[in-house]
Nanobody, 125 residues
Framework: QVQLVESGGGSVQAGGSLRLSCAAS????????MAWFRQSPGKEREGVAA???????SYAESVKGRFTISRVNAGTPLYLQMNSLKPEDTAMYYC???????????????????WGQGTQVTVSA
């Protein structure tokens, strides 16, 4: 059974950093596309960063230059290093995975089959 478990969320002040982790089990993750999404109250879930098995990445414009997605040897765990955090980064962050996703669709949530339960990130001003 496929399972994704996020960790690393917490509360930080603006300008601070956090690193999220996603541990996966139940399939051969090295060939999968994986991503981080986030959702804050009253807003739609949005793609933050994604990475394919070939190492290619995609980032939302709002996080470029501040967030870095990575994975260990094209497998798990999946990481999201978040620097220079802003209050608007406050959200529940979710890990997602799917066997294959076209590069142009990496930040579209409907493309992903497997999801974690989320980890909360709160950034105070």
């Amino acid at each position: 059974q496929v399972q994704l478990v996020e960790s690393g969320g917490g509360s930080v002040q603006a300008g601070g950093s956090l690193r999220l982790s996603c541990a996966a089990s139940g399939y051969t993750f090295s060939t999968y596309s994986m991503a981080w999404f986030r959702q804050s109250p009253g807003k739609e879930r949005e793609g933050v960063a994604a990475i394919r098995s070939d190492g290619s990445t995609s980032y939302a414009e709002s996080v470029k230059g501040r967030f870095t997605i990575s994975r260990v040897n094209a497998g798990t765990p999946l990481y999201l290093q978040m620097n220079s955090l802003k209050p608007e980064d406050t959200a529940m962050y979710y890990c997602a995975a799917d066997p294959w996703i076209a590069r142009s669709l990496l930040l579209q949530q409907r493309q992903y089959k497997f999801w974690g339960q989320g980890t909360q990130v709160t950034v105070s001003a």
